[in-house]
């Protein structure tokens, strides 16, 4: 019950005094002796030796050439004749052969007097009704 309450205490107040530098500190554990200090080699040199392979060719520069242009010509044609294919689509649903339609009918409506919206949708008179009975 003690270590709990130690433990508590420790993460209230935070632990303190068990570093043996100032905080963020990073010790290097120095080089063994007799190691030689280790060069990088240029990245060019590297990718020379490693090259990334994209499965174009075998040549490295004529494989990201290869790779450049697939992805180019790939992307291009995908939006451009995407959009293009799109654009041209017939009139999904009728809504703009309905919307021509709606403007004919208001001007129509428009150049005889009659109100726009009626609460007939057919000249009830025209209508062949059963009889009241």
Do not use: C
């Not at 040199?45 to 040549?59: C, R, T, V």
């Not at 309905?98 to 000249?123: C, F, H, K, M, T």
């Amino acid at each position: 019950m003690a270590a709990l309450g130690r433990a508590l205490r420790a993460l209230r107040v935070g632990v303190r005094g068990r570093s043996a530098g100032p905080s963020g500190a990073v010790m290097v554990p120095p080089a063994p002796l007799g190691a030689e200090p280790h060069h990088e080699e240029p990245m060019a040199l590297a990718q020379k030796k490693n090259p990334d392979y994209h499965g174009f060719s075998e040549d490295p520069d004529v494989d990201v050439l290869n790779m450049r242009a697939v992805f180019f010509t790939g992307i291009s044609l995908a939006i451009v004749l995407g959009s293009v294919f799109l654009h041209y689509l017939p009139d999904y649903g009728l809504q703009q052969w309905a919307r021509r339609e709606a403007e004919l009918q208001v001007r129509e409506r428009e150049r005889r007097g009659l109100p726009l919206l009626d609460s007939n949708y057919y000249d009830p008179a025209r209508l062949a009704l059963p009889p009241p009975e």
